[in-house]
């Protein structure tokens, strides 16, 4: 018997590197407050919603506003941020995504997206990879984001797979918390050091697809 059915990708920073981008839409906000957001504190920001990236910021740079003003700010964000992937395109792909893609779909794999950005079905559609996902499950769609399990556990619902045999795909350590949460194998991507739960965890798509992508299903 196959010991996972469904593969659940998340986005920025796992299919593509748009964390960069929303780094600096995120600084230019932070800068109006004369607060240098450092790569340190996005890390922190990564997989968290747009809202309660923005709250977060505001903490940090001791600073209050009114409900109209922050709405401001995160329509300017979101602007800032959409001009910066205007030009993205397929070579923005992080290396190994297509080819583990490939894999999983020659095994009859199933394969959702699950992503806090608002902005997923976009993104994916100027990667040319939106034939690949049978189920995107969005910012758009979730009252809660990570690491609440909603999006990972709607992703399993939607291609009606249990939660224990998805496999989720996480860069961030909010979005592995999720995918434990909803009772999921998280495979981390990136340095073991940025998480505090995961079942497996590697440098990059590359590496995993070289080393285990075939024995998790
Ligand atoms: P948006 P993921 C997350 O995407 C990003 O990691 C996070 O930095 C961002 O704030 C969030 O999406 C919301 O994005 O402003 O486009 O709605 O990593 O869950 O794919
Ligand atoms: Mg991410």
């Given at each position: 018997m196959k010991k996972h059915l469904c593969a659940l990708f998340d986005l920025?920073?796992?299919?593509?590197?748009?964390?960069?981008?929303?780094?600096?839409?995120?600084?230019?906000?932070?800068?109006?407050?004369?607060?240098?957001?450092?790569?340190?504190?996005?890390?922190?920001?990564?997989?968290?919603?747009?809202?309660?990236?923005?709250?977060?910021?505001?903490?940090?740079?001791?600073?209050?506003?009114?409900?109209?003003?922050?709405?401001?700010?995160?329509?300017?964000?979101?602007?800032t941020y959409l001009?910066?992937?205007?030009?993205?395109?397929?070579?923005?792909?992080?290396?190994?995504?297509?080819?583990?893609?490939?894999?999983?779909?020659?095994?009859?794999?199933?394969?959702?997206?699950?992503?806090?950005?608002?902005?997923?079905?976009i993104i994916l559609d100027k990667l040319e990879l939106t034939s690949f996902f049978g189920a995107i499950i969005d910012g758009n769609q979730v009252e809660k984001g990570k690491p609440n399990p909603e999006?990972?556990?709607?992703?399993?619902?939607?291609l009606q797979v249990a939660p224990e045999k998805c496999v989720v795909f996480e860069d961030s350590a909010v979005g592995i918390q999720a995918a434990k949460t909803a009772k999921m194998t998280a495979v981390a991507l990136g340095i073991p050091d940025s998480f505090s739960q995961y079942d497996y965890c590697y440098t990059d798509f590359t590496t995993l697809t070289a080393n285990g992508l075939a024995q998790l299903f």
């Open positions: 920025d920073g796992v299919v593509v590197d748009t964390a960069k981008y929303h780094y600096l839409a995120w600084r230019e906000i932070a800068s109006k407050f004369d607060f240098d957001l450092t790569e340190k504190d996005n890390e922190q920001l990564k997989g968290v919603s747009r809202i309660e990236s923005l709250k977060l910021i505001l903490e940090w740079a001791n600073v209050s506003l009114e409900k109209e003003k922050f709405n401001l700010l995160l329509a300017e964000k979101n602007n001009g910066y992937i205007e030009t993205l395109g397929t070579e923005e792909i992080l290396p190994g995504i297509k080819e583990g893609l490939l894999q999983l779909q020659e095994n009859k794999i199933k394969i959702g997206l699950g992503s806090a950005s608002k902005n997923a079905k999006i990972f556990l709607k992703g399993a619902a939607a």
